[in-house]
């Protein structure tokens, strides 16, 4: 799996990819892949950047959902759509149209859209 929520993670903390791989002493071609979404870490790699941006692994993979107890979806719903503009600018064109491809297929599926899951 892809970590798709990498960057924008990344950019929060205020570091550029360089200043992140020098700090986590790896590469700097690997932590681009990462972001580039052309790698995937291992799993104590994924460890290791959840605790070093102080973030959850489900984070860094996109999954990220609102705290409980708030009601705040517009921030939420923002760092999704974040997320997956993120990951489209990281593909090529074959990605983009494979993208857009699966998301005409999860808008026929009623449960997924606005007026279901409200």
Same mark, same amino acid.
């Given at each position: 799996?892809?970590? !798709?929520?990498? *960057?924008?993670?990344?950019?929060?903390?205020?570091?550029?990819?360089i200043q992140a791989a020098r700090e986590? =002493?790896?590469? !700097? $071609?690997? %932590?681009?892949?990462?972001?580039?979404?052309? =790698? =995937?870490?291992?799993?104590?790699?994924? #460890?290791?950047?959840?605790?070093?941006?102080?973030?959850?692994?489900?984070?860094? %993979?996109g999954r990220t959902t609102p705290q409980q107890g708030t009601d705040d979806r #517009?921030?939420?719903?923002?760092? #999704?759509?974040?997320?997956?503009? @993120?990951? %489209?600018?990281?593909? #090529? $064109? @074959?990605?983009?149209? @494979?993208?857009?491809?699966?998301?005409? !297929?999860?808008?026929?599926?009623? *449960? %997924?859209?606005?007026?279901?899951?409200?």
């Amino acid at each position: 799996m892809r970590l !798709i929520g990498l *960057k924008g993670i990344r950019k929060a903390s205020g570091r550029t990819q360089i200043q992140a791989a020098r700090e986590l =002493s790896i590469p !700097i $071609d690997t %932590y681009r892949g990462w972001e580039q979404l052309k =790698s =995937s870490p291992r799993a104590t790699e994924i #460890n290791m950047l959840a605790d070093f941006f102080g973030c959850s692994s489900d984070s860094l %993979y996109g999954r990220t959902t609102p705290q409980q107890g708030t009601d705040d979806r #517009n921030e939420f719903t923002d760092q #999704n759509k974040k997320i997956v503009f @993120e990951a %489209y600018d990281a593909m #090529n $064109d @074959e990605g983009r149209a @494979e993208l857009v491809r699966h998301l005409e !297929i999860l808008l026929q599926v009623p *449960k %997924y859209t606005e007026e279901e899951s409200d």
